[in-house]
C-alpha cells in the first residue's frame, strides 16, 4: 500500500530532506511524533525511578543502616513510587502506543483532536516539572508513600503539597487522553472497519479510556481535598479536624483499582497483538477477548474494597468485596486461555518480541494467583501489609505493564525507526531481565509470608537471605534492562534497514512504510474481513 520499508525518507527524524528541529518536535501534532515524545520522556523517568528502586535495595540488602537513614528512605520510596506509577506506568503504554500506533491500526492519518493530544503531553510535562520539585523543595521530598494517605499527607511536615499537586495535574492529561482515543475510536475508523473488524489494541484502549474518562476525576478531587485540608483546615481526612481518614482510603481506591487496569489493559492488548502474528496464526476468540476487556473495566470499577479488608467494614462488605474480586479474575483468565490456544499448533517464530510476550503470561499469571491469595478473607488478614503485597504488586504492574511495554518496543521497533536490533543482543538481556525479575521480586513472596512488613527501613535477622536475594536480582535485573536500552538505541541509530513487514503481521500498521509517512496512508484503506487472517 505504501513504499517499500527500506525507503527511510518518512523517518519521524526527517521532513522533506530536513533534519527536525527541535520547536518542530515541540509543536508537531502528529500523532506520532507526540508518542515519540512520551516514549522518550517516560524512559527517562523509568531510569530514574529504577535507580531509586536499585538504592532502596542496596539500603535493604542487611539489617540496619547502610547507605541512607530512614527519612531518605521514606522519601525515596515517595519519589519512586510517583514516578513510577504516575509518570510511567499510568501514561505508559496508552499515551506511547496508543499514540504511535492506535490512528494506524483503524486506519485513520490521525487521533481526532490533534491539538488536545498535544497540550496532554504538555500537561504531562508540567506534571513531572511538579513532581521532581516536590522532591528538592524547602521542606523535603513527601515521605508518605506513593499513595498519600491519610493521616500522613495532611500531618506529614514534609513537602506535600506539591507532590499531590503534581498527581491531580497528570490526572488531567491521562483523562484528554482518554477523550481523544474515545472519540477518534468512534468516529475515524476506516470504512468498512467495524466494531468486530478492529484490531484488539484498539479494543483494550477503548476500555482503557473510559476508565481514565471516569475514575481519573474522583482521585482528582481526592486530592484537591488534602490540599485544602493542609492550607485551609478543613476536616476531610484528619479526626483532629472532624474528618475521617477511611474516607480517603475509599476514594483513593475508588480510582487506583480501576488505575490498575488502566495500566493492564492496554498490555493485554499488545500481548495479543505478537502471539498471533509470532504464531502466524488467527487469534482465538477474537470476540471473547474483546468483550472480555470491556468486562474488566467495567467490573474493575467495583472492587476496590478489597484494599480495605483490615481498615475497618461490615463483614457483609467483605464477602461481597472479595467475591467481585474472584469475579474480575474471569475476563483475565478468558485472555490467557485464548492467548495459549491461539499459540497451541500455531507456527512459532521465537523473536523477541514473542519472547516477552510468553514472560507477560508466565508473571502475570503468578501476580494474578498471589492476588486471590489477598482477595480471599482470610488469608488477607495474614498477608496485608506484607512484603508479599510487595510482590504481587510488582509481578502484575512491571511483571504486566513492564515486560508487555518492553514486548511492544521490540515488536513495533522496526516500524516506528525504520531499522532493526540486534535480536541475539536482544535475547541475551531478555534472558538477563526475565532471571533478574524473579531473582529480585519472588523471595518478596517468601518473607511476606513469614512475617516482613512492607515500607520498612530495618527488619530482623530472620529476612535477610530473602533481602539479599531480593537486591542481587535488582542488580542482574538492572544489567538486563542496561542492555536491552543499549541494543534498541544502537539499533535506532545503526541497525540494518527494516522491511516493511518483518514479523509478518496482519494488521494495517504493516501495510505501510517504515517509518510511516506522516499522514500515514496514500489513501484511507478499506476493511472487508477482520483482523489476524493468517489462512
Known amino acids: 500500500m505504501q513504499a517499500d520499508g527500506n525507503n527511510l525518507s518518512g523517518s519521524y527524524l526527517m521532513s522533506g530532506g530536513k533534519k527536525k528541529t527541535l520547536k518542530m518536535w515541540l509543536t508537531s501534532t502528529d500523532h506520532k511524533i507526540i508518542g515519540l515524545m512520551y516514549l522518550y520522556a517516560i524512559l527517562v523517568f523509568f531510569l530514574v525511578g529504577a535507580v531509586l528502586g536499585i538504592l532502596m535495595r542496596t539500603e535493604l540488602i542487611k539489617p540496619g543502616q547502610d547507605i541512607m537513614n530512614p527519612q531518605a528512605y521514606n522519601g525515596m520510596f515517595t519519589v519512586h513510587g510517583v514516578i513510577m506509577i504516575f509518570l510511567v506506568v499510568i501514561p505508559g503504554l496508552a499515551a506511547v502506543f496508543g499514540n504511535l500506533f492506535m490512528p494506524i491500526q483503524i486506519g485513520a492519518r490521525d487521533v481526532a483532536f490533534p491539538k488536545l493530544n498535544l497540550m496532554s503531553w504538555y500537561i504531562y510535562i508540567v506534571g513531572a516539572i511538579l513532581a521532581i520539585i516536590s522532591q528538592f ?35 488531567f492529561s491521562s483523562i ?15 470504512p468498512g472497519m467495524t466494531w468486530f473488524r478492529m484490531p484488539l489494541f484498539p479494543w483494550s484502549l477503548y476500555a482503557t479510556a473510559w476508565i481514565q474518562v471516569l475514575a481519573t476525576p474522583i482521585v482528582g478531587i481526592t486530592l484537591l481535598m488534602i490540599i485544602a485540608e493542609r492550607w485551609f483546615k478543613i476536616g476531610f481526612f484528619d479526626p483532629a479536624l472532624g474528618g475521617d481518614p477511611i474516607l480517603y482510603q475509599h476514594l483513593f481506591w475508588i480510582y487506583s483499582h480501576p488505575a490498575v487496569y488502566i495500566m493492564i489493559l492496554p498490555a493485554m492488548g499488545v500481548i495479543t497483538e505478537i502471539i498471533p502474528t509470532f504464531a502466524q496464526k488467527r487469534v482465538f476468540g477474537y470476540k471473547a477477548i474483546a468483550i472480555s476487556s470491556l468486562a474488566i473495566a467495567g467490573v474493575g470499577y467495583l472492587v476496590w474494597g478489597h484494599h480495605m479488608y483490615t481498615s475497618g ?134 518473607i511476606g509470608l513469614q512475617g516482613m512488613p512492607r515500607r520498612y527501613f530495618d527488619y530482623l535477622e530472620q529476612f535477610q537471605l530473602g533481602h539479599f536475594l531480593s537486591t542481587m536480582g535488582a542488580y542482574v535485573l538492572g544489567i538486563g534492562i542496561t542492555m536491552m536500552i ?34 500515514n496512508f496514500d489513501e484511507i484503506p478499506t476493511i472487508t474481513e477482520q483482523p489476524y487472517n493468517y489462512e
Do not use: Q
Not at 482518554?178 to 477518534?184: Q, R, S
Not at 498471589?370 to 508479599?388: E, M, P, R
Not at 518483518?502 to 517509518?515: A, H, N, R, V
Open 176 to 190: 484528554l487522553t482518554g477523550l481523544n482515543f474515545i472519540v477518534t475510536i468512534h468516529r475515524m475508523r476506516a
Open 486 to 519: 543499549y541494543n534498541l538505541a544502537k539499533g535506532a541509530r545503526t541497525g540494518d534497514p527494516a522491511p516493511m513487514n518483518p514479523w509478518g503481521g496482519k494488521t494495517l500498521e504493516w501495510t505501510i512504510s517504515s517509518p510511516p509517512t506522516t499522514e
Open 313 to 446: 467494614m461490615s463483614d457483609f462488605s467483605r464477602i461481597f468485596f472479595s467475591l467481585l474480586t474472584f469475579i474480575v479474575a474471569v475476563p483475565s483468565a478468558i485472555k490467557v486461555f485464548n492467548w495459549i490456544s491461539t499459540l497451541y499448533k500455531g507456527s512459532i517464530d521465537l523473536k523477541p518480541p514473542l519472547l516477552y510476550a510468553l514472560a507477560f503470561m508466565f508473571l502475570f499469571m503468578i501476580g494474578g494467583l498471589t492476588g486471590l491469595i489477598l482477595g480471599s478473607l482470610g488469608t488477607d488478614v495474614h498477608v496485608h501489609d506484607t512484603a508479599f503485597v510487595v510482590a504481587h504488586f510488582h509481578y502484575i504492574i512491571f511483571g504486566g505493564m513492564g515486560f508487555a511495554f518492553f514486548a511492544a518496543m521490540h515488536y513495533w521497533f522496526p516500524k516506528i525507526y525504520g531499522r532493526m536490533y540486534n535480536i541475539r543482543w536482544a535475547n541475551i538481556s531478555f534472558v538477563f531481565t526475565i532471571v533478574g525479575f524473579n531473582l529480585l521480586y519472588f523471595p518478596l513472596f517468601v
Open 137 to 171: 523543595a524547602r521542606d523535603g521530598a513527601p515521605d508518605t508513600g506513593w499513595t498519600f494517605y491519610a493521616p500522613y499527607s495532611t500531618s506529614s511536615g514534609t513537602n506535600v503539597v506539591f507532590g499531590v499537586f503534581a498527581a491531580f495535574v497528570l490526572g
